[in-house]
């Protein structure tokens, strides 16, 4: 497959011609394309897509309807890039992580493990997912990301529901 843009491996060519029409010459309509390009991605699970990783979780994390942001939706894509290729140490630590990165890891935990974080705070006396979220929101707000923790639980639910 070449590396064409994400759009080429979704829709036809006629297809990408009018949704490159509509991109470039309504301004208007550019949101709702993206949406459109991204909820295709999110369903076309059978094809696949030779784009970087980063880019398509731009593209599904800019289906958020509640984000405020492009750029909001982009630090979040890059967050979930970060944890990809992670297989240890993905549960935050209160007492090994630090700042952002405490932040990062509890919201990729709480979206896609948070099962285990019951699981560690029932049987084993860690502190509870509330906890952790209380704290990771804090930080963000901190670090001058107060979009993200202002939605730091839909993005949970929105991360969950779409990539699980």
Known sequence: MSNKGIIHHLYTKNECEAIEFLYKEEPDLRKPVVEAIGNKL???????????????????CLTAKFADSEDECYRVAVTIC????????????ITQDKGILFANKTLISLSFFSQAMKRRWMHKGAPSPQFY?????????????????????????FLGERLI
Not at 133 to 157: C, F, L, N
Request: some cysteine; aromatic content about 8%.
């Open 133 to 157: 979220r209380k704290i990771s929101k804090t930080v963000y707000e901190s670090h001058g990301q107060k979009d993200i923790s202002r939605h730091h639980e839909q993005w949970e639910a």
């Open 82 to 93: 970060q944890f990809c290729n992670k297989t240890k140490d993905l549960l935050p630590s």
């Open 42 to 60: 999110i369903v076309a699970s059978e094809k696949f897509v030779n784009t970087t990783f980063l880019n398509a979780m731009h593209l599904i």
